[in-house]
């Protein structure tokens, strides 16, 4: 274990946001990186909001994409508890400790940090009237992918909440100095709460952490401008997982929101990613969120996935649509699913592309029909073909004996190819005009499947 301990502290609101799986991601993969250590803390403070469905979609997400935690709910470590609301002690010690070194003081019930410096009153014009300012050292943020951002904090703020809440910028500093934290990844909203953060480690005596914050996020730009927010399409994980996403596909994609290895790759192994990952190679400038790309990463590791993995993932799919039984065989499962995997851009396409597969009861495509209905007579066309397959016994049913028997097929109607029953018999036993490669297709059909469908067409 080298020193490193970086921290994810989400407050749980119920959603899993892209944002928030960029920052926990970049800091797991800054952590695997250097050897370090991954914590997940909880800032649960908003007892509101922070219920226990909020946290299982969180750590239901954070499972799904693989970012397993070295300290943190349900693994402990030595820095616990993981969640704020059990922390309320160690606050109070921490509060204690500001309070003996005179850096606090009550104001309506509301415990106030005190600032370093000259005191002046000022009108405030949106508060509308005199406020007490103080005159502060700028406050120099170390900032690893912004480079060193001033700011100065003129204002004393609440640290304790009359109701004897601690708040957010307190409990957040508090907890990375007791965890040890070296390194704050987070987003660049934060930014602007960075030079208070950095007044309470100075007041604690701390050094501050290492900053790093994120770029924006903004929306794909065919859905409107800004920052992507938890309405936009695409940008809650719990989508990706209902989506039947592949998990390392949507983790590679988020890598890339911000952050790429330097030169082209795109594609990559979580081991690959993990070696080139670094702090000071993400970008400053806004990051945007493509949901083709998206689309396009997951694509490429379904294509790359061995049969049986793609059947392991495609099986649920099919089964939550009722096409096939749990216990259906995986040797057929698997060569339908040979046929279609390179074709196929998503799991959440396959019932659609591959349902005739297994049930006569899928959708006919109208315009499929339409197209193969101006081409000549389709119960003429239907009946000649299935004339044709009737003479391949089942124990020959094969691609290449199928080839022969269109290959004769057209010689008797002194064709020199069969291309022209193609479309037909395509359209016949699928219901669609594309589709996996033709013969093998209606090889693992099978022949009492193709010649049923062929005479249902036959005699339309
Ligand atoms: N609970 C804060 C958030 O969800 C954490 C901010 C931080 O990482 O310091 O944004």
Not at 57 to 83: A, I, N, Q, S
Not at 170 to 188: C, P, S
Not at 363 to 385: I, S
């Amino acid at each position: 274990m080298s020193e490193v301990r970086v921290r994810f502290a989400p407050s749980p609101t119920g959603f899993f946001h892209i944002g928030s799986a960029r920052t926990a991601l970049f800091n797991w993969l800054y952590a695997r990186h250097t050897n370090g250590t991954f914590v997940l803390r909880i800032e649960d403070t908003d007892a509101a909001r922070n219920t226990e469905e909020a946290l299982e979609v969180l750590l239901k997400g954070m499972r799904w994409l693989g970012l397993d935690w070295d300290e943190g709910p349900e693994v402990g470590g030595d820095y616990g508890p993981y969640f704020q609301s059990q922390r309320g002690d160690i606050y109070q010690e921490h509060l204690e400790k500001l309070r003996a070194a005179g850096r606090t003081y009550e104001q309506d019930g509301a415990v106030f940090f005190k600032l370093d410096g000259e005191r002046y009153t000022e009108f405030d014009e949106y508060l509308g009237k005199e406020v007490e300012k103080v005159r502060t050292a700028p406050v120099e943020i170390d900032d690893a992918i912004r480079g060193t951002v001033v700011r100065s904090e003129d204002r004393d703020f609440v640290i304790f909440r009359s109701d004897g809440s601690p708040t957010f910028h307190f409990v957040n500093v508090v907890d990375d100095i007791a965890m040890k934290i070296t390194h704050v990844i987070r987003g660049e909203d934060h930014l602007s709460n960075t030079s208070k953060h950095v007044e309470l480690f100075k007041a604690f005596g701390a050094r501050p952490p290492q900053f790093a914050h994120l770029p924006l996020i903004l929306k794909d730009p065919r859905m409107g401008k800004g920052k992507m927010s938890k309405r936009d399409r695409g940008s809650l994980i719990e989508e990706y997982q209902d989506r039947h996403y592949l998990p390392a596909a949507v983790r590679n994609a988020i890598a890339l929101l911000g952050w790429n290895p330097g030169d082209n790759r795109e594609i990559m192994e979580i081991g690959e990613i993990i070696a080139a990952f670094d702090i000071k190679d993400i970008q400053k400038g806004a990051a945007r969120f493509d949901e083709d790309k998206m689309a396009h990463v997951n694509f490429q590791y379904l294509k790359a996935l061995p049969v049986e993995t793609y059947a392991w993932f495609a099986r649920p799919v099919l089964t939550e649509k009722g096409l096939i039984p749990e216990n259906y065989s995986e040797d057929h499962l698997q060569r339908v699913l040979a046929l279609c995997q390179e074709k196929i851009t998503s799991l959440e396409a396959l019932p659609e592309f591959c349902g005739y597969f297994f049930t006569d009861d899928y959708t006919v495509d109208e315009k499929a029909r339409n197209k193969v209905f101006k081409k000549g007579d389709p119960a003429e066309l239907a009946g000649q073909v299935k004339e044709a397959l009737e003479g391949v016994p089942v124990e020959n049913w094969s691609a290449e004996s199928l080839e022969a028997a269109f290959n004769s097929l057209a010689v008797a109607h002194g064709q020199e190819k069969p291309f022209k029953w193609w479309p037909l018999t395509r359209f016949a036993v699928s219901g669609l005009s594309s589709g996996p490669d033709f013969l093998p297709m209606l090889e693992v059909l099978g022949r009492k499947t193709v010649l049923r469908r062929l005479g249902k067409l036959s005699q339309a």
